[in-house]
């Protein structure tokens, strides 16, 4: 079982079953955000200073982020505090969420 919202887990996982000889379940399992008992974290927001405009972050599809300015910004009326953006980009631009 893996956590969806953790990227290195997932990816691990996922490595580790091609490589078997049998067959294999991964079953990714998180509650979903729609659900009126999940409480959503605090969004995160780009620091447009640490922001290359690599574009990663929005491979992942996300429709809470989007790009503007040439560097990515976050919709906080739309972003639930997941933090896989925060994993994905690899110059430390995401900040704030938790809570
Ligand atoms: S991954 Fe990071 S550096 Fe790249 S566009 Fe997104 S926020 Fe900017
Ligand atoms: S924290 Fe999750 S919902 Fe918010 S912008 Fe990042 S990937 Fe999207």
Same mark, same amino acid.
């Given at each position: 079982? =893996?956590? #969806?919202?953790?990227?290195?887990? !997932?990816? @691990?996982?996922? *490595?580790?079953?091609?490589?078997?000889?049998?067959?294999?379940?991964?079953?990714?399992?998180?509650?979903?955000?729609?659900?009126?008992?999940?409480?959503?974290?605090?969004?995160?927001? =780009?620091? #447009?200073?640490?922001?290359?405009? !690599?574009? @990663?972050?929005? *491979?992942?599809?996300?429709?809470?982020?989007?790009?503007?300015?040439?560097?990515?910004?976050?919709?906080?009326?739309?972003?639930?505090?997941?933090?896989?953006?925060?994993?994905?980009?690899?110059?430390?631009?995401?900040?704030?969420?938790?809570?």
């Amino acid at each position: 079982m =893996v956590d #969806p919202y953790n990227l290195e887990e !997932c990816e @691990r996982v996922v *490595k580790e079953e091609i490589e078997k000889e049998e067959p294999s379940v991964i079953i990714s399992r998180r509650p979903c955000v729609l659900l009126k008992y999940v409480k959503p974290k605090k969004p995160l927001s =780009v620091n #447009p200073e640490k922001c290359r405009s !690599c574009k @990663r972050c929005m *491979k992942f599809g996300c429709p809470a982020i989007s790009f503007r300015d040439n560097h990515a910004v976050v919709d906080p009326t739309l972003c639930v505090g997941c933090g896989v953006c925060a994993q994905l980009c690899p110059f430390d631009a995401f900040e704030g969420g938790e809570e």
